[in-house]
């Protein structure tokens, strides 16, 4: 079975300071690689997703979250489907916060 790509909504707006976005991924599908120009937060509340960064591919269940600096080029998919929330963070809330994929 092959893997699809989300597109995003159109529109998506930049945080001010927070935003929090929810939505579905039907298994097999993902967001192609992009990066924001705003921190995010990605996780679970139900399911697994699967978040690639850096070089690494990091599985997360609802029990964790990944942190994602500003202009960090990501990939976030689900193998089986999952319910997900993005937290969006403002460049200039985030500071202070690691400058790192955690």
């Known amino acids: 079975m092959r893997w699809e790509t989300?597109?995003?909504?159109?529109?998506?707006?930049?945080?001010?300071?927070l935003t929090v976005r929810a939505q579905s991924i039907p298994a097999r599908h993902y967001f192609p690689e992009h990066a924001h120009a705003w921190h995010q937060v990605v996780y679970a509340t139900s399911g697994v997703l699967t978040v690639s960064v850096d070089g690494q591919s990091l599985v997360i269940s609802p029990e964790q979250?990944?942190?994602?600096?500003?202009?960090?080029?990501?990939?976030?998919?689900?193998?089986?489907?999952a319910e997900f929330r993005s937290l969006w963070i403002a460049d200039e809330a985030g500071q202070g916060l690691p400058g790192i994929p955690t």
């Open 6 to 17: 989300i597109v995003a909504p159109p529109g998506l707006q930049a945080p001010r300071p």
């Open 65 to 81: 979250a990944v942190w994602l600096p500003t202009g960090l080029r990501h990939r976030v998919g689900s193998l089986f489907g």
